[in-house]
């Protein structure tokens, strides 16, 4: 059973420009979720979805949107980065937000120059 | 606002001693508790679930227990080995399930070293 996917892997990008990563959770998961770490901050939530609908969002500027499609393959945009957004991002799935075991995928890992 | 603490932030023990991770939560309305285990450069990996209705669960040299009432959960590694090395995190829910708000919040981690 394949894992959650994220794509790309790694990734550099300049000050102000846009960027949008790419996440496929595990086959029949519906719920995803997003998150940033950082060596300072740790884990910080970003957005949940659940059915397409956004479920919760964390305390992020609106510059950070996601969405979700009808497979549950979730993406999320950062526009206009800023040096202070360079982090490791993480997807995670789980079969549904009511509490079950949540899988992580290998993230990906941005860096704004 | 859920807070989530963890101690120690780091440990090194020899390889063969059992040890004890702490994860401490303000609020104690959650509905579980879930620790993780990250290694350098990599995803989260679930290590165990605990429900709010659970004290304990176990897999393998690991277990882990809940006690709501105090605010607190602790990790035992029994018998540590060097692939034991990784941070371990622990994370509870940002809010009571009938807020809908199930994400999680998560503890800064601990740093666990076992030294051969």
């Known amino acids: 059973k394949a894992g959650v996917t994220q794509t790309p892997r790694y990734l550099i990008k300049t000050r102000g420009q846009q960027v949008t990563l790419s996440c496929s959770p595990i086959?029949?998961?519906?719920?995803v979720s997003w998150y940033q770490q950082t060596p300072g901050q740790g884990l910080q939530f970003l957005f949940e979805y659940f059915s397409e609908t956004q479920r919760n969002k964390g305390n992020f500027p609106g510059r950070f949107s996601g969405r979700q499609f009808s497979n549950s393959r979730s993406e999320m945009n950062v526009s206009t980065l800023e040096l202070g957004d360079s982090a490791l991002y993480l997807c995670?799935?789980?079969?549904?937000?009511?509490?079950?075991?949540?899988?992580f995928g290998e993230g990906s890992w941005l860096t704004v120059v | 606002k859920q807070e989530v603490t963890q101690i120690p932030a780091a440990l090194s023990v020899p390889e063969g001693e059992n040890l004890v991770l702490n994860c401490s939560f303000t609020d104690s309305a959650i509905y579980n508790l879930q620790w993780f285990r990250q290694d350098p450069g990599k995803g989260l990996t679930s290590l165990l679930l605990?429900?709010?209705?659970?004290r304990e669960q176990t897999s393998g040299r690991l277990n882990a227990s809940l006690d709501k009432s105090s605010g607190r959960s602790t990790l035992y590694i029994a018998a540590s080995q060097p692939g034991d090395s990784a941070t371990y995190l622990c994370a509870v829910p940002l809010g009571p399930m009938d807020t809908g708000r199930r994400a999680l919040t998560f503890g800064s981690g601990t740093r666990l070293q076992v030294q051969p």
């Open positions: 995670a799935s789980s079969l549904d937000p009511y509490g079950n075991t949540i899988y």
């Open positions: 086959s029949g998961h519906r719920s």
């Open positions: 605990i429900q709010s209705s659970q």
